[in-house]
């Protein structure tokens, strides 16, 4: 009977673990009143019908749709225009789309945010952004159907070029009338096509009044916690929320879902590759909030105070003060100990015992470790196509995080299985005790993460209730509940870590499948039979790595990103092809050989990852059109040099960038915008980037030393090699699509101007 129990207790682990993941999202039943999912479906198909980037006539195209579909709503459009230049040194012509709904006061006014450029050049960008924009569309259309009037003032903003560097949300924030009203920013964004979508906060200051009143909104499904809030705010952000956040210290909710990263700026980015439910998720953040915010007000959201906060069943979403986590954790301490000592007292805990189980967990968690930390490399060894994905993440990458969690939980199984006599608070303390040191570390350096203490109580409780029992064991049903709130917390994090950041931080998961391990010991640790556990782990560990390996390959479900420049150097009058692929497929190889080797200095273009060209050989020289370059200024004056230039293309363009030898520059403008000076100080080489729209001139005008020896390198890049008359590139292979965030399917070429 007692092995029965055992085995649905462990049955219920797994149904819980499988019950998360299940309720992260809303499922198919999900059908707001009054709100059509088939408009925004209608929405997103039509925009994301093909990649619309700055500068191309489908950009037009979306941007002519939403002033359409604003208007048919009868609301007043309004297009913001204007040169813009943000903190990445990019430049682009900004094309804004603003409306405006009166409310019935004159509070602060809610901003509805989503941008509506896709990636270039080749994001069909369904998912980023053309879902945010539609769940917008169909919110006003919802809200003006009603009839309701709102207290507050509701803009919305569908920014442009956000994808260069938040160029749109820079214009508005620093040009538009409006942005100074606005008291509170929901922003909708994505960096895959698939899986819940989080909520993160942008604030300079406290959370607790933006929590308290998320959490009066009542989101059924609020997927959240403190700790990617803390992280978040430790990272470089780059959503069009932090330019409000950096520039005008207005506060704001970016929502956006990360899995499926493979898809992220890339052709996959389709309306067919969006998972419904992930939209459906976005649309189940914005139709409360909408509704709540419209009419709250909008004034007292600062707040000098942070909350910790994580979503939960049944309380939906649990917050409380950062002030608490010294007092909880300090009981913690106080209430471990105290059971330690009664364990010791009545014997059912002795130090021998404790110290066995204190290397037997190490154990556990520098193997596993081990094997985190190794697995992405011996994977890119393994199958190196997989080092052409610059996301970090393959498309079977869910299976190798199953796979290696699997091997974890069958490491802790096998070496558990081989403890002898230590009794089951024994193997219970241990963990606990390294959690409280983690938490205690997390209480200084990461203060989002304190939640955690929720679990250490949960096991503290498991332990008082062994320590009591003695002999007799509590009963099982009461222990697989006190497991419930570690699995509900920690199970999304063992998947969400590497799926966000790369298969190179799996080593998060199988440490955090350790760590779990030893919060369900209670439980897990009354199993008789572990080896037997372990043998079914390693089972399902290779079923996973097998799935995952015969979903390896690329096919048309799973392409292979490839990359192809073309680039001429003007002055010298030579030409190379070039690629950023380590491993090259039949379609390269007609251009390049797995044996050529860079052999002229690098001349690319800036990329998000700092890629640079892996192979170069040798090209025909082609009757490429050169830019004309016109010098306006050239003086020097008190010991400054002042230099006006003006480059006009005469070929179609996509992008230009300049570069200079220039190291003191104290001032730039281009088209009469000023580069920031944070970007003049951290730069290296790179003046700036201009993204061209309608063959657009550039002028630039720079003080510089008197002392620098000056020259200027200007490279034009189109992307047009697959269609330009000089070339005869043919289509890609079926089971391959251009790699992202680097130059590609380009005609490049580079002048250089000595000064």
């Not at 049955?11 to 019950?19: D, R, T």
């Not at 953040?285 to 906060?309: F, G, M, Q, T």
């Not at 998961?509 to 080896?531: A, D, E, H, I, Y």
Request: charged share 15%; glycine share 6%; proline share 5%.
């Amino acid at each position: 009977m007692k092995k029965f129990k055992l085995v649905i207790s462990f049955v219920i682990l797994l149904a819980v673990c499988a019950w998360r993941f299940y309720d992260l999202t809303p499922q198919g039943d999900f059908q707001p009143k009054d709100y059509s999912i088939e408009n925004v479906q209608a929405h997103i198909q039509t925009m994301a019908d093909r990649p619309h980037y700055v500068g191309t006539d489908a950009h037009k195209e979306v941007q002519g749709y939403l002033i359409d579909q604003l208007e048919s709503m009868g609301l007043e459009v309004e297009i913001q225009k204007g040169y813009s230049i943000g903190n990445w040194g990019n430049l682009a012509m900004v094309h804004n789309i603003l409306t405006r709904i009166k409310g019935s006061s004159s509070s602060k006014a809610l901003l509805l945010l989503s941008h509506y450029d896709s990636s270039p050049h080749s994001s069909f960008g369904a998912s980023d952004d053309a879902v945010g924009v539609s769940i917008i569309l169909e919110g006003i259309n919802s809200l003006l159907k009603s009839g309701e009037k709102p207290k507050n003032d509701i803009i919305v903003l569908f920014s442009d070029a956000e994808e260069l560097g938040l160029l749109g949300a820079n214009l508005f924030v620093s040009k538009h009338r409006w942005s100074k009203d606005v008291g509170l920013v929901l922003n909708f964004e994505a960096r895959g096509s698939g899986g819940p979508s989080y909520m993160l906060l942008e604030t300079n200051g406290g959370n607790k009044n933006l929590i308290e009143s998320f959490n009066q909104a009542n989101v059924e499904f609020p997927v959240a916690n403190s700790l990617t809030y803390s992280v978040y705010k430790m990272l470089p952000n780059d959503t069009d929320l932090t330019v409000f956040r950096e520039l005008a210290n207005i506060d704001g909710f970016n929502f956006a879902f990360i899995d499926d990263h493979f898809d992220y700026h890339t052709s996959n980015d389709r309306y067919e590759n969006l998972n419904q439910n992930t939209l459906k998720h976005q649309i189940s953040y914005l139709l409360p909030l909408l509704e709540y915010y419209s009419n709250a007000d909008l004034r007292i959201l600062k707040s000098n105070v942070d909350n910790i906060y994580f979503d939960f069943p049944v309380f939906n979403f649990v917050y409380y003060p950062f002030s608490w986590i010294y007092p909880m954790l300090i009981i913690a301490i106080l209430v471990f100990f105290y059971i330690f000592y009664l364990g010791i007292s009545n014997r059912t805990i002795n130090s021998q015992g404790v110290f066995k189980s204190l290397f037997v967990f190490l154990g556990c968690l520098i193997l596993c470790a081990g094997i985190g930390y190794i697995a992405w490399p011996a994977l890119k060894f393994i199958y190196p196509h997989y080092g052409d994905i610059l996301h970090g993440f393959p498309y079977n990458g869910h299976l190798y995080i199953a796979a290696l969690t699997s091997l974890s939980f069958t490491v802790c199984f096998y070496i558990y299985s081989r403890v002898k006599k230590i009794q089951i608070a024994e193997l219970v303390i241990v963990p606990i005790g390294l959690w409280l040191l983690l938490c205690l570390g997390i209480a200084f350096y990461l203060k989002g993460a304190s939640f955690f203490i929720i679990l250490i109580y949960a096991s503290l409780a498991s332990l008082w209730m062994l320590i009591k029992a003695k002999d007799k064991r509590p009963p099982v049903g009461y222990l697989v509940a006190l497991c419930i709130p570690s699995i509900w917390i920690i199970a999304p994090l063992i998947q969400m870590f590497p799926v966000g950041l790369g298969l190179k931080l799996v080593i998060s998961s199988t440490v955090l499948s350790v760590l779990l391990f030893g919060l369900l010991l209670p439980v897990l640790g009354q199993f008789k039979n572990k080896r037997l556990y372990a043998i079914l782990s390693l089972s399902l560990c290779a079923l996973f790595f097998i799935s995952a390996h015969l979903h390896s390959s690329p096919s048309p479900e799973r392409p292979h990103p490839t990359s192809l420049v073309y680039q001429l150097n003007l002055d010298t009058h030579q030409a190379h092809w070039a690629t950023y692929n380590k491993e090259l497929n039949s379609w390269l190889k007609q251009y390049i050989s797995d044996s050529t080797q860079s052999t002229i200095p690098s001349d690319e273009l800036t990329s998000k990852y700092a890629t640079n060209y892996t192979k170069i050989a040798k090209a025909p020289v082609k009757n490429i059109k050169e830019p004309t370059v016109k010098i306006l200024q050239d003086t020097s004056f008190r010991g400054k040099r002042k230099i006006r230039l003006h480059i006009t293309p005469n070929r179609k363009v996509d992008r230009l960038e300049v570069k200079t030898t220039a190291t003191k520059i104290s001032k730039c403008t281009v088209n009469g915008v000023h580069v920031p000076l944070s970007y003049l100080f951290k730069r290296s080489d790179r003046l700036f980037t201009h993204y061209i729209s309608e063959n657009q001139s550039t002028e630039i005008e720079i003080e510089c030393s008197q002392q620098d020896q000056l020259s200027f390198q200007i490279y034009e890049a189109s992307y047009d090699l697959l269609d330009h008359p000089l070339f005869s590139v043919p289509d890609r292979p079926k089971n391959t699509i251009a790699m992202p965030f680097v130059l590609n399917d380009a005609v490049l070429t580079k002048k250089t101007i000595e000064l």
